[in-house]
């Protein structure tokens, strides 16, 4: 199986990002029930007690890889439908072993991310958390726990390590069901993948950051303007929705642009190309 990393242009970050908005045109309703479904399934399963929260976070790589499953095949004008994310699982053998695998890695990385940054804060974020809801009564409160350091430290740890960890995981699924690569191959070749594209994904990563701050401004002045600035907030879960939804209709686009596959059934080859 030929299989060999890409060094694309930093440009090609904007595209895949556009790429995704186009494709998820196609089938907006399907791809944002996809997601929808996820939610409602995560949902029900953190309700059970102590079991609900690991196998919640062991979904989140079957997440990823049942988007680029829903990806290729609404680029091959295919189906688009939740039981994508439960596909990998069916088939047998080593590759099903790997995945499952590496569901329990990333589960075992989050929990340890949390748990270093949980006793470096003392609880500070969870307690953060407990203040933002209840409103305006525990202002004084919440601002002076923002003003402890050991706040700061435990935000920089929990969201410095998540993005770390996230690197190795990018692409490791889709290169274990569709390549057959090992658990550990897999990780080393995403981590180099996103090393070798790194100018790409900045370029991604500001792309995202633009949609999101103009889609902010753009709404905050059309409820000014209308004199309903307090609905404003009414926006901000679809679209949170909407933009989840297509940040994951992207990975596709991620994925064949960091490899070079030679194989006809891969994802690379698509009937209906974007650009």
């Known amino acids: ?12 970050g904007v595209r895949w990002t556009r790429n995704a908005f186009a494709l998820f045109m196609r089938r907006p309703l399907a791809f944002t029930g996809m997601f929808a ?9 953190t309700l059970l007690p102590v079991v609900g929260s690991v196998v919640m976070l062991m979904s989140l790589p ?15 004008d295919g189906p688009v439908h939740p039981g994508q994310f439960i596909e990998p699982l069916r088939q047998s053998g080593p590759r099903r072993t790997a995945l499952l695998t ?17 006793w470096i804060d003392g609880g500070s974020f969870e307690r953060l958390q407990m203040l933002m809801a209840k409103g305006e009564e525990a202002r004084a409160e919440m601002e ?13 740890t929990r969201f ?5 960890l ?11 069901h569709w390549q057959g690569q090992s658990v550990g191959h897999a990780l080393f070749s995403s981590t180099l993948a996103l090393w070798r594209c790194k100018g790409a994904f900045f370029a991604y990563a500001m792309a995202w950051m633009a949609v999101i701050v103009v889609f902010g401004v753009l709404a905050a002045l059309l409820f000014t303007l209308f004199g309903a600035r307090q609905l404003a907030g009414l926006v901000a879960m679809p679209a949170g929705l909407m933009f989840s939804t297509v940040f994951y209709v992207s990975l596709l ?8 596959i030679g194989k006809a059934d891969t994802p690379v080859a698509t009937t209906r190309p974007l650009d």
């Open 144 to 156: 002076a726990l923002l003003a402890d350091p050991s706040l700061t430290w435990g935000m920089v």
């Open 1 to 12: 199986m030929s299989i060999s990393l890409q060094q694309v242009p930093s440009q090609d």
């Open 253 to 260: 686009f991620t994925y064949n642009g960091c490899f070079s």
């Open 37 to 45: 479904a996820f939610l409602v399934c995560v949902l029900l399963v």
């Open 62 to 76: 079957l997440l990823t890889l049942g988007f680029m499953l829903a990806s290729k095949s609404a680029l091959n």
């Open 166 to 176: 996230s690197i190795p995981f990018w692409h490791a699924p889709a290169l274990i």
């Open 102 to 118: 590496l569901c329990a890695l990333y589960a075992l990385g989050t929990v340890s991310i949390m748990q270093l940054a949980e």
């Open 160 to 164: 410095g390590l998540a993005g770390a």
